[in-house]
């Protein structure tokens, strides 16, 4: 991407602003544990050997996912859903680890002999997954103005369907964010999908009139005068945006300040 940081901006207010109108029509004692329980095993030798860095695994039910532990906070990704997720590693009784979301909900429990669990909202009390082999790293690349237009085009376009009215999503971007807020849209706009399912949930998503990202130091999401404000920060990489869960859970707090 070239140009300055500023006229970056500049072009993708005005243009995210043209495109609403369109759609209309981790603890650190956690880490050793980790490593022994999820990753490591001994062979009946008494070899140690792991799981590759990035892997993918099935549960005995067929969910499959892929797991990214080459980041600071490890990645998750269903082969069935285009969110990535950035989870939380804290200890758990008996020595396990349990992997948790930004809400603090389970997503993977590891137990010091090796064994993994994955808790999904059809399982929530877990189901027993299995190594399948490598996996590619789950990465943003770059994207430009144009394309970073288009991302937010589609997610509008998308939550505008769902309400059955106009939600514009804008963006103050820059080029260290815009890949971040790209992905932040096709998070946002599932969120709101799948709020639009639901008979409870559906009438939540009428406090949402447009929605507003912008660059922070912690990733997060607000609710404030019909806007939904979603708050990313690039230098923590694919964990610094909200998770859907987390925009779910926000839409339902009381009060809109």
């Known amino acids: ?67 990214d532990r080459t980041q600071p906070r490890p990645l998750l990704k269903f082969d069935n859903s285009g969110e990535v997720w950035a ?22 429990r590891a137990t010091r002999l090796g064994g993994v669990t994955v808790f999904t909202p059809d399982r929530p009390a877990g189901s027993a997954v299995a190594l399948a082999g490598e996996a590619p790293p789950l990465r ?45 849209a096709m998070v946002t706009s599932e969120a709101l999908v799948r709020m639009s399912r639901g008979p409870k949930t559906r009438a939540l998503l009428d406090r949402v009139r447009r929605v507003q990202f912008k660059e922070g130091r912690r990733a997060g999401a607000e609710i404030s005068q019909g806007a939904l404000i979603i708050t990313v920060a690039p230098q923590q990489g694919m964990a610094g945006r909200p998770s859907s869960e987390r925009i779910v859970a926000v839409t339902n707090t009381p009060g809109d300040r």
């Open 1 to 67: 991407m070239t140009g300055e940081p500023t006229a970056y901006r500049r072009t993708v207010i005005a243009l995210a602003l043209c495109v609403g109108a369109i759609a209309c029509a981790h603890p650190v004692d956690a880490a050793p544990r980790l490593k022994d329980g999820l990753f490591g095993r001994k062979a009946p030798d008494g070899r140690q050997f792991s799981a590759p860095p990035v892997a993918r695994y099935v549960s005995e039910d067929g969910v499959g996912f892929t797991l």
């Open 140 to 184: 943003l690349g770059p994207l430009s103005p144009q394309a970073l237009i288009e991302k937010l085009f589609l997610a509008s376009l998308r939550a505008s369907r769902a309400a059955r009215r106009q939600i514009p999503f804008q963006a103050e971007a820059s080029p260290a964010s815009s890949a971040l807020i790209g992905d932040a």
């Open 87 to 108: 989870l939380n590693p804290q200890p758990a009784p008996r020595g396990d680890v349990i992997y948790k979301n930004d809400l603090g909900q389970p997503v993977i």
